[in-house]
């Protein structure tokens, strides 16, 4: 028997200067908590447009959470 677990939807973030986002998780193993990439769409009128794609290894959610937040700062900050 598989157990589905269940994972965190997207977040939005609204950066200091006013540009909205949305941070999105890249998913790999089906039982794992913890995503194994972060994509950044900003908000352009009614169309998301990618602002880039990072893989990586983290241990937790929150972990690549707080990790697209501070991509998020950068790459709206530009």
């Given at each position: 028997?598989?157990?589905?677990?269940?994972?965190?939807?997207?977040?939005?973030?609204?950066?200091?200067?006013?540009?909205q986002a949305k941070i999105?998780?890249?998913?790999?193993?089906?039982?794992s908590m913890a995503p194994i990439g972060i994509?950044?769409?900003?908000?352009?009128?009614?169309?998301?447009?990618?602002?880039?794609?990072?893989?990586?290894?983290?241990?937790?959610?929150?972990?690549?959470?707080?990790?697209?937040?501070?991509?998020?700062?950068?790459?709206?900050?530009?």
């Amino acid at each position: 028997m598989h157990l589905v677990v269940e994972r965190p939807y997207p977040v939005d973030y609204i950066h200091p200067n006013g540009e909205q986002a949305k941070i999105d998780f890249i998913w790999g193993d089906p039982k794992s908590m913890a995503p194994i990439g972060i994509t950044i769409w900003l908000k352009a009128g009614n169309d998301r447009v990618k602002l880039g794609e990072e893989m990586g290894e983290w241990r937790t959610f929150g972990e690549a959470l707080r990790h697209g937040i501070d991509l998020a700062f950068t790459w709206l900050g530009r």
